[in-house]
């Protein structure tokens, strides 16, 4: 059964406009969730990350929001480029705080196309 | 990731042959990880090691084998005994409780 979904295989976005990637989870345990984006034959990049203490972290153009009542974290890209066209995976862990650092939880990506 | 090289970037696996995916490091985190992709999925854990000498079976371990011997180094032995070894290998490393940052990953097929 899958801890982190997301149920959106792709989105397609004009240049210019916001992408948002959505992500659910199961695990009321997850307390530290992250985005990553991968290109074809590349490994994954780090985005960005928050955790379970926050509702919302900004880095530059991206920003998650965390709504840990419905379980639901998104990922807003403003504005975005045709550079971000990539997968986009959601990823969680629990037993951050006060324990040994939790093994990460992979959704399935989405891939984002970014149309200029 | 700068500082995080796995090799080779393309393998082919005879048969009943075991191979070894290289995945070496330089920025001194203690815990490194192995994951797997197939297509349309998500990576899944095969490995991992928060410290030397001490490994720990991920969701998919079967068929596959590790060892972390120094902390540069977390080679992993795909064997014959697993069988469907195609996919797209991944090594990370972490920093603490910061996130984990990724390799280039090693694509291994079946010949």
């Known amino acids: 059964d899958q801890q982190v979904k997301q149920n959106s295989p792709s989105l397609s976005v004009q240049e210019g406009r916001i992408s948002i990637l959505n992500c659910d989870y199961t695990n009321s345990m997850f307390d530290y969730f992250l985005w990553y984006k991968k290109y074809p034959a590349e490994g994954p990049t780090f985005l960005i990350s928050i955790s379970s203490i926050k509702d919302k972290n900004e880095d530059g153009r991206f920003t998650v929001f965390l709504n840990k009542s419905a379980k639901h974290l998104s990922l807003h890209i403003v504005p975005s480029q045709p550079g971000d066209s990539a997968v986009y995976f959601c990823?969680?862990?629990?037993?951050?705080?006060?324990?040994?650092?939790?093994?990460?939880?992979f959704g399935k990506g989405t891939k984002l196309s970014v149309k200029p | 990731d700068g500082g995080i090289t796995q090799s080779p970037k393309y393998l082919f696996r005879k048969e009943g042959q075991n191979v070894t995916l290289s995945c070496e490091q330089n920025l001194n985190h203690d815990a490194m990880y192995w994951y797997r992709q197939d297509p349309g999925q998500g990576l899944r854990l095969i490995y991992y090691?928060?410290?030397?000498?001490?490994?720990q079976k991920g969701d998919i371990a079967e068929g596959y084998s590790v060892s972390r011997e120094k902390k540069e180094s977390f080679p992993l032995t795909v064997t014959s005994a697993q069988k469907n070894p195609t996919a797209f290998y991944l090594c990370?490393?972490?920093?603490?409780?910061?996130?984990?940052?990724f390799g280039d990953g090693t694509r291994l097929s079946i010949l």
């Open positions: 990823a969680a862990s629990a037993k951050r705080y006060g324990g040994s650092q939790g093994n990460l939880i």
């Open positions: 090691s928060q410290i030397v000498n001490d490994f």
């Open positions: 990370a490393t972490q920093d603490g409780i910061g996130p984990q940052h």
